[in-house]
């Protein structure tokens, strides 16, 4: 059974920078494909960014590109999401979700994919 949990979520003012580590725990963390999704009350929960099993095929939600930079060390099992220009819109939970049944080195956008998730952590932006 895979679990992961997210951490290095908080408070901070607009324009600062966070970063977000989820840690996967077993042995195959390498073979999954990684994804950090965010929800608030208001939205559904929407796709940030998503990492192959290599982490050398990335993708993202236009609304982050270029402030937001997902990265994996399969060493550590771990899927890291550095957040930059952070803006009060980006307040949400932030979620970590593990693709065990991906095929190759490709990467899913839909949350449907994702078989395993995190609680989340708690991200908020002032302004």
């Known amino acids: 059974q895979v679990h992961v949990v997210e951490s290095g979520g908080g408070l901070v003012q607009a324009g600062g920078s966070l970063r977000l580590s989820c840690v996967a725990s077993?042995?195959?963390?390498?073979?999954?494909?990684m994804g950090w999704f965010r929800q608030t009350p208001e939205k559904a929960r929407e796709f940030v960014a998503a990492a192959s099993r290599s982490g050398g095929t990335v993708k993202y939600a236009d609304f982050v590109k270029g402030r937001f930079t997902i990265s994996r060390d399969n060493a550590k099992n771990t899927v890291y999401l550095q957040m930059s220009r952070l803006k009060p819109e980006d307040t949400a939970v932030y979620l970590c979700?593990?693709?065990?049944?991906?095929?190759?080195?490709?990467?899913?956008?839909?949350?449907?994919?994702?078989?395993?998730w995190g609680l989340g952590t708690q991200v908020t932006v002032s302004s």
């Open positions: 077993g042995r195959t963390f390498g073979s999954y494909a």
């Open positions: 979700a593990a693709d065990t049944n991906v095929v190759e080195d490709t990467i899913e956008v839909v949350s449907g994919y994702y078989e395993v």
